[in-house]
């Protein structure tokens, strides 16, 4: 009895060890700077107690200002920009909708943008789960809309996405430094 009491024993030390060599042994990345965040229409969908289900939700990671000049400095006017940081921005669209004119079948896609000074192209494209803009193809794309940029008063300092209410759909509302989007999206 003694016997197998110390074969326990022995046991659940080296049980114990092997668990904390393994544990110790894992690294954790670090936090992003950029972190993810998500955006519904409607805004509230997710929490609603009642059965308010989304029709738009779109992931994304928020760049930070930091100080610099965004847009025509950092991301230089006239390229394909990812729309974010990090992975592609993806919105998945839970039914049918139009944006500029062009119906776009329920399912998930990326966004991306040209930015220039006055105007910027907002694209909806079929591919997803990619990184940055660095395998952006145009034949890939489902829709392009060019929308007017407004000039912000005070910088805002993380990129950021909201949507507002309109008639037959929503505006998604896109904002960093000194720079604003309105994309009318229709359903």
């Given at each position: 009895?003694?016997?197998?009491?110390i074969?326990?024993?022995?046991?659940?030390?080296?049980s114990?060890?092997?668990?904390?060599?393994?544990?110790s042994?894992?690294k954790?990345?670090?936090?992003?700077p950029?972190?993810?965040?998500?955006?519904?229409?409607?805004?509230?969908a997710?929490?609603?107690?009642?059965?308010?289900?989304?029709?738009?939700?779109?992931?994304?990671?928020?760049?930070?200002?930091?100080?610099?000049?965004?847009?025509?400095?950092?991301?230089?006017?006239?390229?394909?920009?990812?729309?974010?940081?990090?992975?592609?921005?993806?919105?998945?669209f839970?039914?049918?909708?139009?944006?500029?004119?062009?119906?776009?079948?329920?399912?998930?896609?990326s966004?991306?943008?040209?930015p220039?000074?006055d105007?910027?192209?907002?694209i909806v494209?079929?591919?997803?789960?990619?990184?940055?803009a660095?395998?952006?193809?145009?034949?890939?794309?489902?829709?392009r809309v060019?929308?007017?940029?407004?000039?912000?008063?005070?910088?805002?300092?993380y990129?950021?996405?909201?949507?507002?209410?309109?008639?037959?759909?929503?505006?998604?509302?896109?904002?960093?430094?000194?720079?604003?989007?309105?994309?009318?999206?229709?359903?």
């Amino acid at each position: 009895m003694k016997n197998i009491f110390i074969v326990v024993f022995a046991l659940l030390c080296f049980s114990v060890k092997a668990q904390e060599m393994s544990s110790s042994e894992v690294k954790f990345p670090v936090a992003d700077p950029s972190p993810a965040d998500i955006v519904y229409f409607p805004l509230n969908a997710p929490k609603a107690k009642d059965a308010t289900k989304p029709v738009i939700k779109i992931v994304y990671s928020r760049p930070q200002r930091k100080g610099r000049e965004i847009f025509g400095v950092l991301e230089q006017y006239g390229k394909v920009w990812r729309f974010g940081a990090n992975e592609n921005t993806e919105v998945r669209f839970f039914k049918k909708v139009s944006i500029g004119g062009k119906k776009i079948k329920a399912g998930t896609y990326s966004l991306f943008a040209i930015p220039n000074k006055d105007v910027w192209t907002i694209i909806v494209n079929k591919q997803t789960d990619k990184w940055g803009a660095f395998s952006y193809d145009q034949t890939m794309d489902v829709a392009r809309v060019n929308v007017p940029v407004k000039a912000l008063l005070k910088p805002l300092e993380y990129f950021s996405l909201t949507f507002t209410a309109k008639e037959g759909g929503a505006n998604l509302i896109i904002g960093w430094d000194k720079t604003q989007i309105e994309l009318p999206i229709s359903f």
